[in-house]
């Protein structure tokens, strides 16, 4: 059964800061992996999303890694603004599972501070 | 391109009340799921749709009831309400699954 965690579970950092979100994941079978942005009290804002085939996925300030050998991914924020502060969540779509969706980490709530 | 409509945005039931709780989209998505999302447990499939007339349980199925009889809708039906159920409900919808999940702005219910 696929499990998704990220740490930390919240983060806080100054404004202009570049900033790494970790997603690990234990099962490395995946066609995908997806990334959320959820702003308080809204909906799911997809960011980016990595196929198994793909090592990188890049828009504006965001760059989202892939390592399937390790089971982990990463979100490189760059130089932030307190307009990022959110719930960033991962999420991994297994080949092993079957027809069975999107299995998310408990996400990392982001703090820009001005 | 409305992408994936959830009504009603918000709402408020008594225990042991039923309702449904809509979903919709327009994308011709064949792949339709439903995530209820509470504080500290992060979002839980409850049960989802890999077209129409197929259905099957997520992690979080009991008090609940899907049927998808066209490609479009799926609702969520709640039998008989329980203060469990409170929650903010999710849908979302896939190409299956290759270019990823899009979502509708969720359904925020409380049971009282």
């Known amino acids: 059964k696929q499990e998704v965690t990220q740490i930390p579970a919240a983060l806080s950092v100054p404004e202009g800061e570049n900033l790494v979100l970790n997603c690990s994941f234990t099962?490395?079978?995946?066609?995908?992996l997806q990334w959320f942005r959820q702003d308080p009290g809204k909906g799911l804002t997809s960011l980016l999303l990595?196929?198994?085939?793909?090592r990188e996925q890049t828009s504006g300030r965001l760059n989202a890694s892939l390592d399937k050998s390790s089971g982990r991914s990463t979100l490189y924020i760059a130089a932030s603004q307190p307009g990022d502060s959110a719930t960033y969540l991962c999420?991994?779509?297994?080949?092993?599972?079957?027809?069975?969706?999107?299995?998310f980490g408990k996400g990392t709530r982001l703090s820009v501070i001005a | 391109n409305a992408g994936v409509t959830q009504t009603p945005k918000f709402q408020v039931l008594k225990t042991g009340q039923s309702m449904t709780l809509q979903c919709a989209q327009d994308?011709?998505?064949?792949?339709m799921s439903w995530y209820r999302q509470d504080p500290g447990m992060g979002l839980r499939l409850i049960h989802y749709?890999?077209?129409?007339?197929?259905?099957d349980q997520g992690e979080v199925p009991n008090g609940y009831n899907v049927s998808r009889s066209t490609t479009e809708d799926f609702p969520l039906r709640l039998l008989s309400a329980a203060p469990s159920q409170t929650s903010v409900y999710f849908c979302?919808?896939?190409?299956?699954?290759?270019?990823?999940?899009?979502f509708g702005s969720g359904t925020r219910l409380t049971v009282v």
């Open positions: 979302a919808s896939s190409y299956q699954g290759a270019y990823g999940y899009t």
């Open positions: 099962d490395s079978a995946i066609y995908n």
């Open positions: 990595i196929q198994s085939s793909q």
């Open positions: 999420a991994a779509l297994s080949r092993n599972s079957g027809n069975t969706p999107l299995v």
């Open positions: 994308m011709n998505h064949e792949y």
């Open positions: 749709s890999v077209g129409a007339g197929i259905t």
